[in-house]
């Protein structure tokens, strides 16, 4: 019963923005939106996440539609290192979360 | 992935054998949680510690066991190892609980093979 919606791999050109979009339309009101990405033989890392408002951090942007049925995760400017799965989770508590297969994004050169 | 130090990177075991898989954090984090990764299956987790002194299964609990040694160390345990549990395993940590909006934070990994 996945609880999101993922294209499964994406391609973005070096430098410019990377927008990985995310559908979950039966997000319930107080479920967050969780972002992170997995490069290859490394361990889950953390990008950012939210409930309503857009976030930015030092690493990405999260916009979140005003239904909260969908977002995007915005990599303003990527570089090769930011080639990874990308996994969109949305969840109350941490003791239920699954990741699903994810974005597989290539920043190509 | 500064903050969660896992042991053994790899391990290869034969059926039927026991082993420990090692975890700390230095985050000073209140919940802990060990998950598996295969191959088309995301992550799924195994057991999760919300708090110093408790455990509970998560999904696929089945074959293991924990033990949460201290706020800093949460081990998990295969008694008799069956190949189907060949995985990578990931240990993660988390500040605030379970119930907490605080991010999960992530080891390198144990990959593990069962032969």
């Known amino acids: 019963d996945a609880k999101t919606t993922q294209p499964p791999s994406m391609d973005c050109a070096e430098g410019r923005a990377a927008n990985l979009p995310c559908n979950h339309s039966?997000?319930?009101?107080?479920?967050?939106v969780y972002w992170y990405r997995q490069i290859h033989s490394q361990g889950p890392q953390y990008i950012i996440h939210?409930?309503?408002n857009n976030e930015t951090n030092e690493m990405a942007s999260l916009i979140i539609t005003e239904d909260r049925k969908s977002s995007t995760l915005i990599l303003p400017h990527a570089t090769l290192r930011d080639t990874a799965v990308y996994y969109c989770?949305?969840?109350?508590?941490?003791?239920?979360?699954?990741f699903g297969a994810g974005t597989r994004l290539t920043v190509k050169p | 992935n500064a903050g969660v130090t896992q042991t053994p990177k790899f391990q290869v075991l034969k059926t039927g054998q026991s082993m420990t898989l090692q975890c700390a954090q230095d985050?000073?984090?209140?919940?802990m949680y060990w998950y598996r990764q295969d191959p088309g299956m995301g992550l799924r987790l195994i057991y999760y510690?919300?708090?110093?002194?408790?455990?509970d299964k998560g999904e696929v609990p089945n074959g293991y066991n924990v033990s949460r040694l201290n706020k800093r160390e949460f081990s998990l345990r295969l008694e008799s190892a069956a190949p189907s549990q060949t995985s990578v395993y990931f240990c993660?940590?988390?500040?605030?609980?379970?119930?907490?909006?605080?991010?999960?934070?992530f080891g390198d990994g144990t990959r593990l093979s069962i032969l």
């Open positions: 993660a940590s988390s500040e605030a609980g379970v119930l907490s909006n605080q991010p999960q934070h």
């Open positions: 039966t997000i319930s009101g107080n479920e967050y």
């Open positions: 939210g409930l309503k």
């Open positions: 989770i949305v969840l109350l508590s941490f003791n239920d979360m699954r």
């Open positions: 985050m000073n984090h209140n919940s």
């Open positions: 510690s919300a708090s110093e002194g408790t455990t």
